[in-house]
């Protein structure tokens, strides 16, 4: 990461630059022989730490000592910067120019494109270029006011270089937010020593007043040498370079951390390409991948309090956003208290509620009564003040496949786990959105994601083509179609308030959370007396306890992907033309299944990906042509 200048009398120049350097030797790191002092190769001297990160100084000089002030980001002589990420094993060097011969051609190149040639409309804003052999570069330019500069401006662009154009790609939200931040903060700083300037001597009358120009003036407007400054002048910042250190580095640790390599044991599983259908395109036409971290998508660059040892307090004022205050505040404690401040209260109420249902009445009409309020609204919104929902508050929690299996019982957790693999609708109703919440997740690991439409809370029942997986507050009632036809299974977790009786009252320790709870579960129809083959392994596994959660989950993966490659050879054979029902039974006993998994095979047909069937669809196009 860099900052380069567009000098007058030099031309593109690399004004600073910032990169990462990996611990020599991965196994050294393994085997604990790496020492926590900095991971760049070459030797320096004065060093000082905080935390596990430390700056230190004593870089080889800079490469060239004829250059002008505007050019300079260290005086001859000067250390540079050095901040090591001992967890990672990274440390982050700032210098003039980057260390490797090669890597500053790469660099170098990219300077004078991006102050050139590679700029966007207004030269302004942010661009993307290069190729493999060059790398890849994020530019982003912008100007500089100076008020002794040809035009009151200096031209600075940042650029990013990587050889991976994918990475860099999918970097370009994270990386142009935080650069276009501290373009802004270089600029304010800008623009007050400008206007300082400005006011003591203005240099644009000043200009216009000169009858001629010297030669030196005219190509170069050198001044007597003054003309060319630096940026720690243009901003009145002395300590600029070692913020704009932090910034790169902060940029650099944060960024590589929001974006994860996944390592494919063999080829691509169904849950993979399953996953890579449902990603989304952003606006610019870029992937939106997973991170590492949510939070890492709203943290912001180092702020005065992070970095108050090292900036001096002319630097330490960040933009200051206004927002509520949590103070004494006066607030209303019930709807009662709203009503009896707003006179309007029973308009307000009638129109949020009844919407345009209901003739829309004018202030000057009288409020409508209880019973004239009541009339329009249907009967099951009849206490509409009284919302009965789940909320996220600490119920219970499942914390493990055996777990859920403990608490329910094996039999009731035998029923259950025949409704999800063959598809049937499982409904959850409970108070607490935690209980639903693990619950539902936890029965979602038996099957392949494919096959997974989860709404974990919905204050209405959703019909099962949406959602084979449904969260709703307790009473909540199901449609009578769905009571008559649809394939389902209600559980009502109770809690003790509710007074579950003895018959449904689950048979737990006093130590656990589901103490004093009820389960209620009511089925749509009787299930088979055998269930899926996959069902007798998955109880086979749970029977022992020698086995941790992980590797349940693991072997329920292998299972997933053992059923889902029968799923494709049921799949492909039935599409690849008529075939009788011997010719499937066949098949069916090569592939050691038997009549109970024939529902289990059709439900899992839909987790298929739509990759997989579109080249199944090309492939039988080109057999048959």
């Known amino acids: 990461m860099a900052l380069c200048h567009f000098c007058e009398l030099h031309g593109p120049s690399i004004l600073f630059c910032t990169q990462a350097f990996h611990a020599a030797d991965p196994q050294d790191v ?44 260290f005086q001859p002589g000067q250390p540079g910067f050095v901040s090591s990420d001992h967890e990672a094993h990274i440390s982050y060097v700032s210098m003039q120019y980057p260390d490797q011969p090669q890597l500053f051609s790469i660099v170098r190149n990219a300077c004078v494109r991006s102050l050139s040639c590679e700029v966007c409309q207004g030269r ?12 890849y570069v994020f530019s982003y330019t912008f100007f500089i006011k100076d008020s002794k500069a040809r035009g009151f401006q200096r031209f600075y662009s940042i650029i990013v270089v990587m050889m991976d154009r994918i990475y860099l790609l999918n970097s370009w939200p994270f990386i142009v937010k935080n650069v276009r931040t501290l373009i802004g903060e270089l ?30 003036q005219f190509f170069r407007r050198r001044g007597g040498g003054s003309t060319y400054r630096s940026m720690t002048d243009l901003t009145d910042d002395k300590n600029l370079f070692r913020y704009i250190h932090m910034t790169f580095t902060w940029v650099l640790k944060t960024g590589s951390s929001r974006i994860v390599e996944k390592v494919l044991q063999g080829p691509p599983k ?49 933009l200051i956003v206004e927002e509520p205050c949590n103070d004494n505040g006066p607030v209303f404690t019930s709807l009662q208290d709203l009503r009896k401040v707003d006179q309007q209260f029973n308009i307000t109420i009638f129109k949020l509620i009844l919407g345009t249902s209901v003739p829309v009445m004018s202030e000057t009409e009288t409020p409508p009564n209880e019973e004239e309020f009541l009339q329009h609204i249907p009967i099951e919104m009849a206490n509409p003040l009284i919302v009965e929902e789940p909320c996220n508050d600490n119920g219970p929690v499942f914390t493990s496949l055996q777990d859920l299996r403990k608490v329910f019982g094996s039999l009731n957790f035998h029923d259950l786990a025949h409704h999800v693999l063959i598809g049937n609708q499982i409904i959850v109703r409970s108070q607490h959105l935690n209980t639903i919440n693990s619950l539902l997740n936890i029965l979602k690991s038996i099957l392949p994601n494919g096959c997974c439409k989860l709404v974990p809370f919905s204050e209405k029942y959703q019909p099962s083509w949406s959602c084979n997986f449904l969260g709703l507050p307790p009473f909540t009632g199901l449609p009578p179609h769905v009571i008559e036809n649809e394939q389902y299974i209600l559980l009502d977790v109770l809690s003790p308030d509710m007074c579950p009786t003895n018959s449904n009252r689950l048979c737990v320790t006093e130590d656990s959370p589901f103490h004093g709870y009820g389960i209620n579960m009511t089925s749509s129809q009787p299930l088979p007396d055998k269930g899926p083959t996959i069902l007798a392994k998955i109880e086979s596994i749970l029977d022992s306890s020698h086995f941790t959660p992980e590797v349940v989950l693991t072997y329920l993966v292998c299972l997933q992907e053992e059923w889902m490659n029968k799923v494709k050879v049921v799949y492909k054979y039935s599409r690849t033309g008529k075939r009788s029902e011997d010719e499937m039974e066949q098949l069916l006993k090569v592939l050691k299944t038997e009549e109970s998994d024939q529902q289990l095979l059709k439900f899992w047909k839909t987790g298929l990906s739509s990759q997989y069937r579109s080249h199944l669809l090309t492939s039988n196009i080109g057999t048959q042509s």
Do not use: W
């Open 270 to 318: 169904e849950e993979t390409v399953v996953d890579l259908d449902k990603e989304e395109e952003t606006e610019e036409g870029f992937i939106k991948v997973e991170t590492k971290l949510k939070e890492a998508e709203t943290e912001t660059p180092p702020n005065e309090e992070e970095f108050l040892q090292h900036i001096p307090i002319e630097m330490a004022n960040p």
């Open 30 to 73: 393994l085997d604990g022989k790496v020492k926590k002092n900095s991971y760049y190769p070459k030797k320096r001297s004065r060093s000082s730490s905080t935390g596990s990160a430390s700056s230190q100084s004593g870089i080889a000089n800079n490469p060239k000592t004829e250059l002008c002030e505007a050019c300079r980001s």
């Open 187 to 216: 600029q304010t700083k800008a623009v007050k020593v400008y206007e300082q300037e400005q006011t003591a001597t203005p240099q644009r009358a000043q200009r216009m007043g000169q009858e001629f120009f010297t030669k030196d």
């Open 124 to 135: 302004e804003g942010p661009v993307f270029f290069g190729d493999d052999d060059h790398g």
